[in-house]
């Protein structure tokens, strides 16, 4: 019904940036919140940051200031810049979003996940 691709990651030094990008596409009759999580290796999936359609954004105390997410409404895509990378920071990127779906209500759905390594 929806699909979420994202796009993005790869492997990047210390200090570097990159910005990972998240398209929604399908029966979409609108979108509301959307955001991004990780899971690293050996750990659980966490929240990293999320942007309602109206509202504030909220991000991990661990990424404020470095990272920044926002949405094209038109193009159904969230983006998160990520700058001042650190090698924590590496993990399975996933993007989520809430979407209200054409004859089904709401619904979350989950991309398929991008990776980034941050080496030190």
């Known amino acids: 019904q929806v699909q979420l691709v994202e796009s993005g990651g790869g492997l990047v030094q210390a200090g570097g940036s990159l910005r990972l990008s998240c398209a929604a596409s399908g029966s979409i009759f609108s979108i509301n919140a959307m955001g991004w999580y990780r899971q690293a290796p050996g750990k659980q999936r966490e929240l990293v940051a999320s942007?309602?359609?109206?509202?504030?954004?909220n991000y991990a105390d661990s990424v404020k200031g470095r990272f920044t997410i926002s949405r094209d409404n038109g193009k159904n895509t969230v983006y998160l810049q990520m700058i001042s990378l650190k090698p924590e920071d590496t993990a399975v990127y996933y993007c989520n979003a809430d979407v209200r779906v054409y004859g089904s209500g709401n619904r979350y759905f989950w991309g398929q996940g991008t990776q980034v390594t941050v080496s030190s």
């Open positions: 942007l309602p359609s109206v509202g504030r954004t």
